[in-house]
């Protein structure tokens, strides 16, 4: 893979270089891996830009959630195309009653779920979410820009979300709980469960759960703390593959 190969490039600065030539090829690998990341949507040292919007994904809805947790932004995404595609950037901006900016998702270093959703299946929907907004500004709205994926005609491994139901807990509150299982003998890292609450259309809580790893065939716990209050609302919960082997 081209990144194994970069990070044999980067073990081959030895020998009688100089310290000036050691730190050129060191940038200049460090360049190619920031463009080999920015073709699967992840944003490198200078944050997510999205400069030519997908023509295959839309943007369904946005929405803005406020609680004494936090905020959240979400968007949900349709991929029109037959075509699966992954690693799909999302750049939001979130902007005050008066339309100023107050927050946008373009800061380097940001992991990869907070700037991109992982997997969109041919013809697929995703509910998007970032939970990890920093609070302040009073946003009242989301803008958001979806970038194009890396289209993909590989098996998507199953994954399945089981018993999921909103619970009480008494020191963070209403959140849900459940059952993620991986079905295929394909193991999966930094795995985000989405979960949303309905009330009618509108959307009334949302938060996500990080699994560091779902190995292959393994059923794992997950919890996920909502924004807002998904009391009395219909709960929604998805989780798609990060790694497709």
């Known amino acids: 893979m081209r990144w194994a190969a970069l990070a044999l490039v980067a073990l081959t600065l030895t020998g009688c270089?100089?310290?000036?030539?050691?730190?050129?090829?060191?940038?200049?690998?460090?360049?190619?891996?920031?463009?080999?990341?920015?073709?699967?949507?992840?944003?490198?040292?200078?944050?997510?830009?999205?400069?030519?919007?997908?023509?295959?994904?839309?943007?369904?809805?946005?929405?803005?959630?406020?609680?004494?947790?936090?905020?959240?932004?979400?968007?949900?995404?349709?991929?029109?195309?037959?075509?699966?595609?992954?690693?799909?950037?999302?750049?939001?901006?979130?902007?005050?009653?008066?339309?100023?900016?107050?927050?946008?998702?373009?800061?380097?270093?940001?992991?990869?779920?907070?700037?991109?959703?992982p997997l969109l299946p041919a013809h697929g929907e995703l509910t998007w979410i970032d939970d990890q907004i920093p609070v302040g500004g009073a946003p009242t709205r989301v803008r958001a820009k979806v970038g194009e994926g890396e289209a993909t005609s590989v098996a998507i491994p199953r994954l399945s979300v089981q018993g999921a139901h909103v619970y009480e807990d008494p020191t963070n509150g209403p959140g849900a709980e459940g059952v993620l299982v991986n079905h295929s003998s394909i193991s999966q890292q930094e795995l985000v469960v989405y979960a949303v609450a309905r009330r009618g259309a509108a959307i009334v809580a949302a938060g996500r759960a990080i699994l560091p790893q779902a190995p292959a065939g393994a059923s794992i716990r997950f919890q996920v703390f909502f924004i807002g209050d998904p009391r009395g609302g219909k709960l929604e919960v998805s989780a798609l593959p990060t790694s497709l082997g």
């Open 17 to 117: 270089e100089t310290t000036q030539e050691k730190a050129a090829k060191l940038e200049k690998i460090a360049e190619l891996h920031e463009r080999e990341a920015a073709k699967h949507g992840a944003p490198g040292k200078r944050g997510l830009a999205i400069v030519h919007e997908s023509t295959k994904v839309r943007i369904l809805a946005t929405s803005v959630l406020h609680s004494s947790e936090g905020v959240a932004a979400v968007v949900t995404l349709r991929n029109t195309s037959a075509t699966t595609m992954r690693n799909v950037p999302v750049a939001i901006t979130l902007t005050s009653a008066s339309g100023t900016a107050v927050y946008s998702n373009n800061a380097p270093g940001l992991s990869p779920a907070l700037v991109s959703a």
